[in-house]
T-cell receptor, first 109, second 111 residues
């Protein structure tokens, strides 16, 4: 499993864009990058997944440079309800995901 | 919306009791997982299954056992609960690459 490194915490204010960068230096050719969100006392929820370049959905964007050794999750115009823990994972298609410590994002009014 | 259910949501039980945490999914997913998570800490994979009659141990050693007799059902059992088993247990299932659907979790307290 490729190890990921991401900041422990980030603070933001409502309406701002939040960018969380994750390092995954040992990512393999067939690995995908996946992000999950977790609220307190709930299970994680899938946000977005990508292999290279840019992926966008209704919730977030994922930017992956050509070398794929890092990725950035971008949350546009966050609100208080976006306060959560965000996990960056490298998915090797062996069905065993390693969640790590995640990044605690706190959005303030 | 994911259809994966866990019961009970909360359980307080005495030391030495046998308990079974239930997990069911109605999505027909072959792959199912159990994670353990203490408050504010990382999720740790303790068991997973690729399909019926398939079970494997995860990365974190656990005294619990699992079974997969039906596709939709993946119960976790502790033969003799101890205070060290106090934690939140999360069940998940998946079919496609990367996307796991999680249940609401069972918060277990062993006195």
């Amino acid at each position: 499993l490729a190890k990921t490194t991401q900041p422990i915490s980030m603070d933001s204010y409502e309406g701002q864009e939040v960018n969380i960068t994750c390092s995954h230096n040992n990512i393999a050719t067939n690995d995908y990058i996946t992000w999950y969100q977790q609220f307190p006392s709930q299970g994680p929820r899938f946000i977005i997944q990508g292999y290279k370049t840019k992926v966008t959905n209704e919730v977030a964007s994922l930017f992956i440079p050509a070398d794929r050794k890092s990725s950035t999750l971008s949350l546009p115009r966050v609100s208080l309800s976006d306060t959560a823990v965000y996990y960056c994972l490298v998915d090797s298609n062996d069905y065993k995901l390693s969640f790590g410590a995640g990044t605690t994002v706190t959005v303030r009014a | 919306e994911a259809d994966i259910y866990q019961t009970p949501r909360y359980l307080v039980i005495g030391t030495g009791k046998k308990i079974t945490l239930e997990c069911s999914q109605t999505m027909g997913h072959d792959k199912m997982y159990w994670y353990q998570q203490d408050p504010g800490m990382e999720l740790h994979l303790i068991h997973y299954s690729y399909g019926v009659n398939s079970t494997e141990k995860g990365d974190l050693s656990s005294e619990s056992t699992v079974s997969r007799i039906r596709t939709e059902h993946f119960p976790l059992t502790l033969e003799s609960a101890r205070p060290s088993h106090t934690s939140q247990y999360l069940c998940a299932s998946s079919e496609a690459l990367g996307e796991q659907f999680f249940g609401p979790g069972t918060r277990l307290t062993v006195l």
